[in-house]
């Protein structure tokens, strides 16, 4: 026995009110396996004592977090973290606006920003989660390639991320389709104005 949810001919419309959530909760996934890489990977290189420091300021090995390039991979992993994390944020104060502002043509407009920003969390944050957790098995070097550490678990399971709910073309055909051409550029461009009103 099949129900009717809602209008005829509309379902598509029904199901992408639960395909953005569960797009938005994939993308934070991919923030939070890359934060945790992150912590991970800083208190592995301030443990491990490997190598004296590149300018020789001091006879000794040191721990691994001095080294340069280390700090690199460590910087990087916090950087490219910390702005999927902003603009999960971003994209989820404008869901907050459309479910609560009280003038219904602010909600409509907030909703439209909300959906717009969906699948760039969820193909942005995910592909950069991969990126992330590797550079994160590379700061541990040959402990991030065995299990015991852990750090190649958050790799593997970071992968899985830019398949499930859409894989990244999906969401690039839902960005460019259905969110950037339908409305000929209406919303995309109203977020750009936004962008260059802050800048
Ligand atoms: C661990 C796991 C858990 C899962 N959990 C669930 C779940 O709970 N519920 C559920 O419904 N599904 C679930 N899935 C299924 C998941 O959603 C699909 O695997 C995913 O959507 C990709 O579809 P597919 O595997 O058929 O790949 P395909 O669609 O065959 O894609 C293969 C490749 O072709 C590309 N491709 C396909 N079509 C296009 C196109 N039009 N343009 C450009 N490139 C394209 C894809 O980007 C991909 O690189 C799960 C999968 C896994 C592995």
Redesign the pocket.
């Known amino acids: 026995t099949g129900h009717l949810i809602g209008e005829e001919n509309r379902g598509l419309e029904y199901m992408f009110i639960m395909m953005n959530a569960a797009r938005f909760a994939v993308g934070m996934q991919g923030v939070g396996i890359s934060d945790r890489a992150y912590q991970k990977a800083v208190a592995y290189a301030k443990d491990r004592v490997q190598s004296r420091p590149v300018d020789g300021s001091a006879k000794q090995p040191v721990a691994i977090i001095q080294h340069p390039d280390v700090r690199r991979m460590l910087a990087t992993m916090r950087g490219l973290t910390e702005a999927s994390r902003a603009l999960a944020y971003v994209a989820a104060a404008h869901c907050d606006i459309a479910h609560r502002h009280p003038d219904e043509a602010k909600r409509v407009e907030h909703q439209a920003i909300y959906e717009y920003l969906v699948p760039i969390v969820k193909g942005w944050s995910t592909e950069l989660s991969i990126d992330v957790t590797s550079l994160g098995v590379q700061v541990h070097g040959g402990m991030g390639f065995i299990e015991e550490t852990g750090a190649a678990q958050y790799y593997r399971d970071a992968r899985?991320l830019s398949?499930?709910?859409?894989?990244?073309?999906?969401q690039a055909?839902d960005l460019i389709g259905r969110k950037t051409v339908r409305d000929g550029g209406k919303v995309a461009k109203s977020l750009l104005a936004g962008v260059a009103a802050t800048i």
Request: glycine fraction near 10%; charge should be negative.
């Open positions: 899985i398949i499930y709910e859409g894989t990244t073309a999906i055909n």
